[in-house]
């Protein structure tokens, strides 16, 4: 019935999967659940601002990753971001990688268009599918931001060595820059060139910053549950080698 060397496997994942839905629950019935701010999505308002005081338009793109959890996260940003521009008459430009990505993020304009009571403000010449290929990605969106003199740039998604090159062209035109990634290895890059930027997971927490979504306030308060528990066992598992004692990693082990 189980699968020898994988039982604290499933025992971790049971564990965790019960601390979340207990905090997806309590969420749902009424619990109170605040998250701390994070500068990079409570400086949104002032990049798009900005852009209507300059007149400019504002630059957003969810990187070069297909839909993985990192874009989903940056889609969740755009949904806020768009329905702000909609409000006050900035124009939007959107650029993305990858096919299935433009689908999603045209659809998910057209929606925040909607919410904010302005569809027909909605130009999907603005959403701009620019190319699979990396550097071409790159090169597009240089060209966009530099051709458009765009106020402000938000880049939160998926990220790679093209990162750097993007936050220099936002820099160099002179726009208001949020960045975020969960590639570690980029998130160096846009701490040099961006004004704020969102660091690794805190990315997915956009959806419960913005919408304040119940559902998505109890995951997270569950995930940070889980998390403290990892941290524990690292803790007392490194307190038990240094003396010797190999009982917690022959549990984890089993």
Same mark, same amino acid.
């Given at each position: *019935?189980?699968? %020898?060397?994988?039982?604290?496997?499933?025992? @971790?994942?049971?564990?965790?999967?019960?601390?979340?839905?207990?905090?997806?629950?309590?969420?749902?019935?009424?619990?109170?659940?605040?998250? /701390?701010?994070? %500068?990079?999505?409570?400086? *949104?308002?002032? @990049?798009?601002?900005?852009?209507?005081?300059?007149?400019?338009?504002?630059?957003?793109?969810?990187?070069?990753?297909?839909? $993985?959890?990192?874009?989903?996260?940056?889609?969740?940003?755009?949904?806020?971001?768009?329905?702000?521009?909609? !409000?006050?008459?900035? /124009?939007?430009?959107?650029?993305?990688?990858?096919?299935?990505?433009? %689908?999603?993020?045209?659809?998910?304009?057209?929606?925040?268009?909607?919410?904010?009571?302005?569809?027909?403000?909605?130009?999907? !010449?603005?959403?701009?599918?620019?190319?699979?290929?990396?550097?071409?990605?790159?090169?597009?969106?240089?060209?966009?931001?530099?051709? !458009?003199? $765009?106020?402000?740039?938000?880049?939160?998604?998926?990220?790679?060595? !093209?990162?750097?090159?993007?936050?220099?062209?936002?820099?160099?035109?002179?726009?208001?820059?949020?960045?975020?990634?969960?590639?570690?290895?980029?998130?160096?890059?846009?701490?040099?060139?961006?004004?704020?930027?969102?660091?690794?997971?805190?990315?997915?927490?956009?959806?419960?910053?913005?919408?304040?979504?119940?559902?998505?306030?109890?995951?997270?308060?569950?995930?940070?549950?889980?998390? $403290?528990?990892?941290?524990?066992?690292?803790? $007392?598992?490194?307190?038990?080698?240094?003396?010797?004692?190999?009982?917690?990693?022959?549990? *984890?082990?089993?």
């Amino acid at each position: *019935m189980f699968v %020898a060397k994988r039982i604290f496997d499933l025992f @971790a994942l049971l564990v965790s999967c019960g601390l979340i839905g207990w905090s997806i629950s309590l969420a749902v019935r009424g619990k109170k659940i605040d998250i /701390r701010p994070i %500068a990079g999505f409570e400086a *949104m308002d002032e @990049a798009i601002g900005r852009a209507a005081e300059m007149g400019k338009p504002l630059h957003f793109t969810p990187g070069f990753g297909g839909l $993985v959890a990192a874009t989903f996260a940056g889609l969740e940003a755009l949904g806020y971001i768009a329905k702000k521009a909609a !409000e006050y008459d900035v /124009r939007l430009i959107v650029t993305v990688s990858q096919p299935e990505t433009y %689908a999603v993020t045209e659809q998910v304009e057209r929606q925040a268009y909607l919410e904010a009571g302005k569809p027909e403000s909605f130009r999907p !010449e603005d959403c701009r599918f620019i190319s699979p290929d990396q550097w071409a990605y790159a090169s597009g969106v240089v060209g966009v931001l530099n051709r !458009e003199k $765009v106020a402000s740039n938000i880049m939160i998604g998926q990220f790679a060595a !093209e990162a750097l090159i993007l936050a220099e062209a936002g820099n160099t035109v002179g726009a208001v820059q949020i960045a975020g990634t969960t590639n570690a290895y980029q998130i160096p890059f846009f701490v040099v060139a961006c004004d704020y930027v969102i660091l690794g997971d805190e990315m997915f927490a956009a959806g419960a910053h913005f919408a304040k979504n119940q559902v998505h306030l109890g995951s997270l308060r569950g995930e940070d549950l889980v998390k $403290v528990i990892c941290i524990g066992l690292i803790v $007392v598992g490194a307190i038990l080698t240094t003396f010797g004692n190999k009982t917690l990693s022959d549990l *984890m082990a089993k």
